[in-house]
C-alpha cells in the first residue's frame, strides 16, 4: 500500500507503426515501476498482418521494458494467438482473472 508521503509511479511503454500517414500497429507495456509490467492492446492492420510487424512491435516493447527496469511482463490473450505470443518469446503459463 502507498502512504500519503510516496508517490505512486505509473509507467506507460508505448510504440506505435505509422505508414503513409496511417496508423497500422499499436501497442503498449504499462506497470507501477516495480519489476512487474503488463503488456496490452497489441494490435496490427489486418492489411498489413502476418508481416512479422506485430512481432517486432512486441519485441520492441519488451526491449524497451528491460531497459527501464521491468524484469517481469505478463500479457493475456485468447488461445488462438498463443503461437505468436511464443515467437515473440512469452512463455503459456496457467493464470486467472478477476472481473468485476
Known amino acids: 500500500?502507498?502512504?500519503e508521503d510516496e508517490t505512486k509511479t505509473?509507467?506507460?511503454y508505448l510504440s506505435d507503426v505509422i505508414l503513409d500517414g496511417q496508423?497500422?500497429?499499436f501497442g503498449y507495456v504499462t506497470?507501477?515501476?516495480l519489476e512487474h509490467g503488463y503488456m496490452e492492446d497489441i494490435m496490427v492492420h489486418p492489411d498489413y498482418q502476418?508481416?512479422?510487424i506485430g512481432v517486432d512491435l512486441v519485441k520492441g516493447l519488451l526491449r524497451e521494458a528491460e531497459q527501464f527496469g521491468l524484469g517481469i511482463v505478463t500479457v493475456t490473450y485468447e488461445s488462438?494467438?498463443?503461437n505468436f505470443y511464443q515467437t515473440c518469446g512469452?512463455?503459456?503459463g496457467l493464470g486467472e482473472v478477476w472481473q468485476k
Open 80 to 82: 488462438h494467438n498463443v
Open 90 to 92: 512469452f512463455t503459456p
Open 31 to 33: 506497470g507501477m515501476g
Open 1 to 3: 500500500m502507498v502512504g
Open 23 to 25: 496508423l497500422i500497429a
Open 10 to 12: 505509473i509507467r506507460h
Open 50 to 52: 502476418k508481416r512479422r
